[in-house]
């Protein structure tokens, strides 16, 4: 049994979300154009780890005790070195968007991140829809041989939906992956290619809706920027 853990619908294609999402964070980065307002971009290299992702950053969590966890040369980093069941999330349920004064649930939201996997044996990093702390989310994790992992927790219980290959998974590099909703089901991608959808319930009720980060099995896992937009 994995030991811990832990989208939004979308009318536009993928291409035109992300390609927006990756030009605001390139913008930020070079400082070229003006970011685009309406996308929350965190690049883990304001030197104030409290203040990444909203304040929402958990370096402390209490059960996590199978991770190391930390912010190291404008990445995150996440690192199990011998718990090969050992499942690590962070809740994001939160983004304040550069263009609005108010905090937003990021049940409403798509998240896209960019993630390097060095797992041994079978392991991945990635992003999920749902709330650990709650108990219920579905993950999508890619892993360094090109392969990927969806996960979900419901009703206590943990288990491993699907696993495969993908050519749009890059073996031993970072890759950009990203969920959207389309009807009931919750689609993954992975570098702008659709990879798998899932059909997915949750309860907004209960807290089971967010978004947030997550990795398992034995391995270090490489988080750069992660961004937020709200879904159309």
Known sequence: MLSRVGLVSST??????????????EAQE???????PSVFVET?????????????LDLTTNEADDWDIF??????????????????????SWVKYPDSGALEPTEGSVISAIVESRNKGSGGGGIYFGNGVAGSY??????????YHVIRKQN??????NSGKSDA????????VALAWRGKSLVFFANDVEVISVPHTFTSERGEGGLGLAAFGIGTYLYDRVEFSRAN
């Open 12 to 25: 536009i294609t993928l291409g035109l979300l992300f390609g927006s999402l990756w030009t605001a964070a």
């Open 30 to 36: 070079t400082g070229g154009a003006t970011p685009d």
């Open 44 to 56: 883990f290299d304001s030197g104030d780890p409290d203040a990444m992702l909203g304040g929402q």
């Open 71 to 92: 912010v190291s040369d404008g990445k995150f980093v996440v690192e199990n070195r011998s718990v090969a069941q050992s499942v690590y999330y962070n809740d994001v």
């Open 138 to 147: 579905l993950a999508f994790l890619v892993d360094a041989e090109g392969q």
């Open 156 to 161: 206590g219980r943990v288990e491993r939906l």
């Open 169 to 176: 998974i890059l073996a031993g590099k970072p890759n950009e």
